[in-house]
């Protein structure tokens, strides 16, 4: 196993109550709060990222969804591991 499939494995899915590995990055913003460039992370697991992405669109969040592996915020996860397990910003 590599190292970057053992820092992937690590992270689990932002639903309430799941705890299964995250396969996907859900990356948004809330116009009213962030600026336009800035993003936040949830990670899903394939069972759950249709609901998490349906959520953030209905409140017109979500801005792109990536393969874990892809997500341009993946590299942070593995390199910061004091904070949240669930959400971190770029």
């Known amino acids: 196993m590599s190292e970057s499939d053992t820092s992937t494995q ?11 590995p995250a396969e996907w990055s859900l990356r948004w913003n809330n116009p009213r709060l962030h600026q336009p460039e800035r993003r936040k992370t949830w990670l899903a697991c394939d069972a759950h990222r249709s609901y998490l992405n349906d959520f953030l669109t209905a409140r017109g969040f979500l801005r792109e969804v990536t393969p874990l592996a892809e997500s ?14 669930h959400e971190r910003e770029e």
Request: glycine share 8%; aromatic share 4%; charged share 20%.
């Open 72 to 85: 341009p915020t993946l590299e942070e996860w593995t390199r910061t591991k004091n904070g949240p397990a």
């Open 10 to 20: 690590a992270l689990i899915c932002s639903a309430r109550g799941c705890h299964a």
